[in-house]
């Protein structure tokens, strides 16, 4: 990897007089399970690297007037563990799980999650975030069985890589971003963005900003899960994901956030899906017709329309999941 610049601050105001106001000068490390691979591919070659793992305020989960605070840097064996995730927020326990290596959960971090860059295979080779040369796009004319199928009308085709945003947006929850100049809070929703062209990037994390904390608000009445369809059981991402939040009247379903993740830019809802949803039981018919209201808009590329029929399936199965007991 290219030589750089190694900081280690003790604290989140040493941490930001670190950064720049541009992209490509200092790099974030938290547990590196994304930015290391970036460095040794030479994909990130920043001037300075700075370590905010020893920075005390950005861990920790706990409950709050407003709901649940998570800190950036709380590990996904964190999560796992924590008695206040697991009492509200199954989707976020769900998703969790769905990490199966050991070395990524002890190491990797919620926030380095929401932040890491996607898994295109284009982009990972050096072909930039949009997969484009001479003009016409890699991603389209090439292999691109991995790649989005809901918002790919623009030149960005790649998916979001977190495994937490879809339950995040699902369940409503806000991230804290910080810098020098101050502080800003943005839904989850919309910290994800598409990019149009090579100088964006896939959030809407500012260069001279760190993510500080995850906000959640309670979730005791939301009937929420998320259901994930992969490949193999093994070090891989989900095809697709689904995550469901239900806020219930009874037996129907007062309000409802469908949001997808590995088949767009972003994790993307499904208001379609959620339209059949509002105002109804969950019964098996149901279930089944917001399945097939959730892959509405669907422009699958040469050889992923696969992932329509699994977006279905995992729509139907998170919904199952969510569906209070008898």
Request: charged residues 20%; glycine residues 8%.
């Amino acid at each position: 990897m290219q030589a750089f610049a190694y900081a280690s601050p003790t604290t989140l105001k040493e941490a930001l007089a670190l950064l720049a106001d541009r992209w490509g000068v200092a790099d974030i490390l938290a547990g590196g399970t994304d930015l290391l691979n970036l460095l040794k591919d030479h994909i990130h070659t920043p001037q300075r690297v700075i370590n905010i793992k020893g920075i005390k305020e950005l861990g920790g989960i706990r409950k709050t007037d407003s709901g649940l605070r998570i800190g950036a840097l709380v590990t996904v064996s964190e999560l796992l563990a924590s008695p206040e995730v697991r009492a509200e927020y199954p989707a976020l326990i769900q998703a969790a799980e769905g990490i199966k290596s050991v070395q990524i959960r002890n190491m990797g971090t919620i926030g380095g999650d929401l932040c890491q860059r996607p898994h295109c295979w284009y982009f990972r080779q050096g072909f930039g975030l949009l997969a484009m040369k001479d003009g016409r796009s890699l991603v389209r004319e090439g292999d691109n069985r991995y790649h989005a199928i809901f918002g790919n009308q623009g030149p960005a085709c790649f998916v979001s890589a977190s495994s937490f945003g879809p339950p995040l947006v699902a369940l409503n929850a806000r991230v804290k971003l910080v810098s020098a100049k101050g502080e800003r809070e943005l839904p989850v929703e919309k910290f994800f963005v598409t990019p149009q062209s090579e100088s964006e990037r896939e959030i809407a994390l500012r260069p001279d900003e760190i993510l500080t904390e995850i906000l959640v608000p309670p979730a005791a009445n939301v009937r929420n899960a998320t259901y994930e369809v992969r490949q193999r059981e093994t070090l891989d991402w989900p095809l697709v994901t689904a995550s469901v939040a239900l806020t219930m009247k009874g037996t129907a379903v007062a309000s409802a956030r469908v949001v997808l993740g590995h088949v767009a830019p972003t994790p993307w809802r499904a208001t379609e899906a959620e339209k059949v949803l509002a105002g109804k039981g969950l019964s098996a018919a149901v279930i089944q017709k917001a399945a097939e209201a959730a892959v509405t808009g669907a422009t699958p590329l040469s050889r992923n329309a696969y992932k329509v029929q699994l977006v279905r399936a995992a729509v139907r199965r998170a919904l199952e999941a969510a569906r209070p007991k008898a």
